[in-house]
């Protein structure tokens, strides 16, 4: 039997040598922590470079572990095999159009989008969000893409579960890419949390100033 905790400290410590071994021959998806990450979900969240390279050469990739590496191909097969599972989410809570999103892997994000994920998806884990959120959170996703998901979701100023727009998230993060791609898609620059505070005051409070400005 598998001692999955003992693999995930092997995972923290990017110990992939001993990983490899310890996992002998079971398929790494099979093994999940409390919260449901796969050992290679946990490892790339992480950065544990070491572990994601060895668990990439070694196992048969979920849906959601390629989307979040950007293995395009794997990614069709997944979908063309199950098409359901497009609209499936990873034991942790995430669509595969998020995973995607945040970590910044366009050709995967279009893939999905013309495999019939739907970008109005909500997220089930910690961050209750859409994709268009996801992605201005990891603002790794190039801007001709981002407008392509934005348009796929359909309004580019839903809000999350904690009332930020996909604007203010980007204002948050520094993200002028996506700031711009939501602008052109009629992002409302005049959306206010709670607070009150518009996504120019969250840009200037974080000190991404020029963004401020082009925000109003």
């Not at 919260?35 to 992480?46: C, D, I, Q, V, W």
């Not at 998230?169 to 993200?175: E, L, P, T, V």
Request: net charge neutral.
């Amino acid at each position: 039997m598998t001692d999955a905790k003992r693999l995930f400290a092997l995972a923290d410590a990017d110990d992939a040598a001993a990983l490899t071994e310890g996992l002998g021959t079971t398929e790494s998806f099979r093994v999940r922590n409390d919260n449901g990450e796969t050992l290679l979900l946990y490892s790339l969240f992480r950065g544990r470079v070491r572990c994601v390279e060895a668990l990439k050469a070694r196992s048969t990739l979920t849906l959601h572990e390629a989307s979040a590496i950007g293995d395009t191909r794997r990614v069709e097969e997944c979908v063309r095999a199950a098409p359901w599972t497009v609209q499936s989410l990873s034991a942790d809570g995430w669509p595969a159009l998020h995973l995607a999103a945040f970590l910044g892997c366009d050709e995967v994000i279009v893939k999905l989008i013309d495999l019939g994920a739907d970008a109005g998806q909500w997220a089930r884990a910690v961050e209750q969000n859409l994709a268009i959120h996801a992605a201005a959170a990891g603002r790794r996703i190039g801007r001709n893409t981002y407008s392509r998901l934005i348009a796929a979701t359909g309004d580019p100023d839903v809000l999350q579960k904690q009332g930020y727009t996909a604007l203010m998230i980007a204002a948050a993060n520094g993200f002028s890419d996506g700031a711009e791609a939501l602008l052109a898609a009629g992002a409302d620059t005049s959306r206010r949390l709670a607070d009150g505070r518009t996504a120019a005051a969250i840009a200037r409070e974080r000190g991404h100033e020029d963004l401020a400005k082009r925000l109003g």
